[in-house]
């Protein structure tokens, strides 16, 4: 079988032997395959062709969320670069490669409110809704009016409603799945060009605000990218800090039978201290952060030498200083993940999709 005889009339544009590294923000993995979409139908036509060949498929956006193994991927990369963005009345429908701060700026910057609290979060709008992408008290869940999927297996595509998509803390049932493509999403705005009303502390008291009070986005949206950036969590070429996949664990929710376990842990690795837990809908969610500086993995872990290192401003980020493969951040997660669980019992899951690698 010939890709470029099968996917010909597809407007899909091949490209051999690309390594993945040049792809993602972690700047990892090996050798692929690479089909790039600019359109829609053209995305839709290559999954197809593919699909109906028997080729295996990894789709890829902004490349914020992955993790990819050092041999690559056995197969064909569609990479997704549909950009189209459509501002209305009262929402944004946008296409699954537009860049998803660029869809933030947009709106706030047409005078709308609402996707504020999720300025500067790298990636694509298209993966908003696979992880129920959440940050300062707000998240994908809350503002989202439909996504339109393409069904690989029936081949129908249609508008999906967010009470079909199994929304929970920083998942959906697109995660983990490959027989559903995101196309676009849909989100409605708040015309007043408000900002939802502001739930957390940090990005409350960066502001001056009230709890649950509305400030202008324009105001809120410069307020989350201060603070994004003072965390390193900005997109930047120049600053390793930002070589990263964001947060790489989130933050766990314990059953509520077993909190006081784990706080005895605590108690007995780090003394009688606050610790920082926040209500969850099947128990109390922990800090993620918190609990790897008190197992002992300080901010630039394991130190100067390593070329995958925690953030030098946040310990919740795993980088890359430069140099660094897959193999390198698979051993420095399991480190911290693993001394995590030694030290409280909590075991850490990893935020990025994994493609060829085992955690």
Known sequence: MVLSDLLADTGARLRDSVRLAELTTLRVGGPATIAECATTEALIATVRALDAAGVPVLLLAGGSNLLIGDDGFDGVVVRVVTTRVEIGADGVIAEAGANWDEVVRATVAAGFGGLECLSGIPGSAGATPVQNVGAYGAEVAHLLRRVRLLDRAGGEIRWVAPEELGFGYRTSVLKHRDDAVVLAVDFGLRTDGSSVPLRYGELAATL???????????????????????????????????????????????????????????????????????????????????????????????????????????????????????ADLVALARTVRDGVAERFGIRLEPEPVTVGITL
């Open 208 to 326: 001056g605000a009230a709890d649950g009070e509305s400030w202008p986005a324009a105001q809120v949206r410069d307020a989350v990218l201060r603070l994004r950036a003072g965390k390193g969590m900005v997109l930047d070429p120049v600053d390793h800090d930002t070589w990263s996949a964001g947060s790489f664990f989130t933050n766990p929710v314990v059953a509520a039978d077993r909190v006081a376990q784990v706080r005895a842990a605590i108690a007995a690795h780090v003394g009688d201290v606050t610790v920082p837990t926040y209500p969850a809908r099947d128990g109390v969610k922990f800090s993620a952060g918190w609990l790897i500086e008190r197992a002992g993995f300080a901010k630039g872990f394991p130190g100067a030498d390593g070329p995958a290192r925690l953030s030098t401003k946040h310990s919740l980020a795993l980088t890359n200083r430069g140099g660094a493969s897959a």
